[in-house]
């Protein structure tokens, strides 16, 4: 069960688009579509931003976007904004009825 | 409004036991899959252990694997982590978690507040 791999940080300036990737392996991420990304704020709890490698939740900006390819899923937030800095993570089952998060990125708006 | 309520973690010495709870509302409890996942101060996420609806998948992280147990019971919407052999690395905010799916695939749709864990001596 070893964590998915994520850039540890990730920039871009108001109105930018950033793509966070996560990369595993054939067991997790590229066996299976239930890959799903977090945002966490400072002191909050995570929030599901996506799920099942490109579906958004009902209330998540459509900004937000998900894709996979091989064993690596993306992210990708268009028109950013000074309220998506924060911590994201993915998230992803594997073939031992288990889950692995990723290492998680801090994205930060210039 | 979904709502899920952790409870029962603290100050515990290494070796000891602890049982966390998670008190569910707002959705029928028994139609989905539940988690534990935690974050050690200054950390990751990191997940413990899952459970499907009726308790016939159940599934933990290896590092947990043989001193946790998680159990639920429907009748009472609650969500439990029987946690054993507590060791200094189990020191971590316990998130309880409610998954999309009545399985375990791990869509953590809400999350609680969590309740921290210290154990030392």
């Known amino acids: 069960q070893s964590a998915l791999t994520q850039p540890a940080s990730v920039s871009g300036s108001p109105g930018q688009s950033i793509t966070i990737s996560c990369t595993g392996t054939s067991s997790d991420v590229g066996g299976y579509n239930y890959v799903s990304w977090y945002q966490q704020h400072p002191g909050k709890a995570p929030k599901l931003m996506i799920y099942?490698?490109?579906n958004r939740p009902s209330g998540v900006s459509n900004r937000f976007s998900g894709s996979k390819s091989g064993n690596t899923a993306s992210l990708t937030i268009s028109g950013l904004q000074a309220e998506d800095e924060a911590d994201y993570y993915c998230?992803?089952?594997?073939?031992?009825?288990?889950?692995?998060f990723g290492t998680g990125t801090k994205v930060t708006v210039l | 409004e979904v709502q899920l309520v952790e409870s029962g973690g603290g100050l515990v010495q290494p070796g000891r036991s602890l049982r966390l709870s998670c008190a569910a509302s707002?959705?029928?409890?028994?139609?989905?899959?539940m988690h534990w996942v935690r974050q050690a101060p200054g950390k990751g996420l990191e997940w413990v252990s899952g459970?499907?609806?009726?308790?016939?998948?159940?599934g933990y992280a290896d590092s947990v694997k043989g001193r946790f147990t998680i159990s639920r019971d429907n009748a009472k919407n609650s969500l439990y982590l029987q946690m054993n052999s507590l060791r200094a690395e189990d020191t971590a905010l316990y998130y309880c978690?409610?998954?999309?799916?009545?399985?375990?695939?791990?869509?953590?749709?809400?999350w609680g507040q969590g309740t921290l864990v210290t154990v030392s001596s």
């Open positions: 998230s992803s089952y594997t073939s031992s009825s288990s889950l692995v």
């Open positions: 099942e490698v490109s």
């Open positions: 707002g959705f029928t409890f028994d139609d989905y899959a």
């Open positions: 459970i499907s609806w009726n308790s016939g998948s159940i």
């Open positions: 978690a409610k998954d999309m799916s009545d399985y375990i695939w791990g869509s953590y749709h809400y």
